[in-house]
């Protein structure tokens, strides 16, 4: 009871913050008296902060305005990408406090240097906030592979070329480390920070190579029986269509990956193939224009059967797709207009966060873990 | 705190019972005397009856076995279809005790005869389940067609012909009347009473005309910001198919509903589709064959799309669906197979309660209610 309630006091410091304990004890239904003892304990971990003296507007002593920690503990979000790493971490307010990235192709590259490249990333990051008086709570890696439920094994992420592969096994993180989805920590962003008022039903889409989804239903990730939910990149758009990697054929990253649009285009490039294809579209490329006018029918498909088969209240853009959405949207919206009853049609929107998502729903998963159990938090995270 | 234990005391009995109060208390964590006073008020109200001293095997006194009665409410469900009318009574331990039917043509007839006919089959069955010493709670409409969500309006039933129809207008059951889509229905009735374990995580799959679909996640029904969850008819299966009611174009309605069947295998009827295929199709009949083995592949195409995006632990083919199985089940497997991750692919099941799903589901929904909060149970359903 008492672990749940310090949770009950964080949550209403952080939602509403700084708040007095009288206030902070008027939210949670408490008594004054209790709430003073909980975040006497908060503040002796260094979750809580006295931020002094206040003028209180009302009767009875002033009272001291209490706000989360900007010296407490620190959320470690990594991004495993297929052409970078990144690492970035926040304080309990959510703040960016440090960051890293390494640009880089990483098609192919065996797992083991590629996690120790981001040991090293998240090493300089851990040194940084430590510099800044914050302790790391924990790391969450983002990987842009099937990641099996309760498990930190990434079953398949085949435009890395990586099969079961244990980032624990590499990464100095010990236990407190976490490996989840891109596209599901994507999500997980949006929800938590990304809206205003952030949506609690939606589909969101996001792509580099292959392209993701992740259905939050009433708040919650829907993660599917397996950890697998979300493929919408293997939902069929034209069933005789080409051949995809999945062993099935027409699948929407066919029409919709980022090679497939190049190929569409008639482009090739090694670099960051999104910046390539927004530029010429900026620039009036016919082809490429016609390529993702193309990728957004395909996407208005797909998201069609989601919409029919889950109502979600908005579908949201994020990742690549955010930075392409001002010519995929058209023929998207076209069809998911043509395919889907006027009541139950959705709001599309283009995330705000763009392709920073996936890395901040990574940091921000180790922050809500801490706002969720605080009791749990000791200040030590493995060697990070 | 009190109607929560009468409920934690109900869900135990009906789920281990018959149970002395002592097995109870244990089931539960409470005192043998709290749960003696929640039982005594529950037999009082009708909703426990107690089976008579039984000899006990451990030390103590005898305790008396306790059984959900068979005598106190009857959940009443009833099911609008495009070719008939049926309503059933179940009582608190989902025995059906009353059932009636009515055959003939619905399409097209304005909801009001409908609906006093219903009402006639209501009050038929109010009477045989009064007789029976049982007080029916609430009466559950299941309706081939879009309910808004929290309400009783049905937005649209194409197949009806029908468009914002509220049946509590004429239907004589006053407040204690539930309105809902026979898809979801049918699925909750899976999740209650269809599998052994019933699966928790799942798409329910139905069709009569249209093609109905739910999904189950974690044992709660997905029913989408709306409402309008489960339009699987309405996912795209071929883009440019054949046009659609709905405005969409290549909907998997188009290719695995009903008339769409009789259509592809040449077929006219204005009896049961369902019976005539199934029984030209066990006679070898090469073109009800041919035209469901396309229907089952459009059914696994768009299932693929379910999968991926979903996870499910299993796809239920109920309704129409599961008596026309045997020649549906190949291609839609196939499909599944060739589009689905292995590790991802859901077992694919045919629902036992064949086309009684949505009417047991809807009778249930109504005993369901009583178990959760059998404080709101006063035992008059209006005039039924």
């Not at 009288?22 to 408490?30: D, E, S």
């Not at 100095?172 to 490996?179: A, D, R």
């Not at 599901?184 to 809206?195: K, R, S, T, V």
């Amino acid at each position: 009871m008492r672990r749940r309630n310090l949770s009950l006091v964080l949550h209403a410091v952080a939602a509403e913050g700084p708040l007095s304990r009288a206030a902070v004890a008027g939210r949670i239904g408490l008594t004054r008296a209790a709430v003073s003892s909980l975040v006497d304990e908060l503040v002796r971990a260094g979750l809580l902060m006295e931020l002094g003296r206040e003028q209180s507007g009302g009767v009875g002593r002033p009272g001291s305005a209490l706000s989360l920690s900007d010296r407490g503990p620190a959320g470690v979000g990594a991004e495993i990408g297929v052409d970078h790493l990144s690492v970035a971490a926040v304080d309990l307010r959510g703040k960016v406090r440090a960051r890293a990235t390494a640009e880089g192709d990483n098609r192919g590259r065996p797992p083991e240097p590629v996690l120790k490249e981001l040991g090293a990333l998240l090493r300089r990051v851990g040194e940084a906030v430590h510099g800044e008086g914050l302790r790391p709570a924990g790391v969450a890696v983002a990987v842009p592979g099937l990641v099996a439920r309760d498990t930190r094994t990434v079953v398949r992420a085949p435009n890395l070329g990586w099969w079961d592969v244990d980032p624990a096994a590499v990464l100095p993180c010990g236990p407190q480390l976490t490996v989840d989805n891109e596209a599901n920590l994507g999500a997980l962003a949006e929800l938590w920070i990304g809206g205003n008022p952030a949506p609690r039903d939606f589909v969101h889409v996001s792509a580099e190579i292959g392209i993701g989804a992740a259905v939050v239903v009433d708040g919650r990730l829907l993660r599917g029986a397996h950890g697998y939910a979300g493929e919408l990149g293997h939902v069929p758009v034209r069933p005789e269509g080409p051949r995809c990697a999945c062993g099935g054929r027409g699948c929407l990253e066919q029409y919709a990956g980022e090679e497939a649009v190049l190929r569409a285009a008639g482009l090739t490039t090694t670099g960051r193939p999104v910046r390539l294809l927004a530029d010429r579209a900026a620039a009036g490329d016919p082809d490429v224009l016609r390529a993702l006018r193309g990728a957004g029918a395909a996407l208005g498909i797909a998201l069609a059967g989601a919409v029919n088969l889950l109502d979600p209240r908005a579908v949201v853009l994020g990742g690549a797709l955010s930075r392409l959405s001002p010519w995929l949207l058209p023929s998207l919206e076209r069809e998911l207009s043509r395919r889907t009853a006027e009541a139950a049609r959705p709001t599309v929107t283009v995330s705000g966060l763009g392709s920073d998502g996936p890395l901040l729903g990574a940091a921000h998963s180790v922050i809500r873990a801490v706002l969720d159990d605080p009791a749990s938090y000791t200040g030590a995270a493995g060697e990070v």
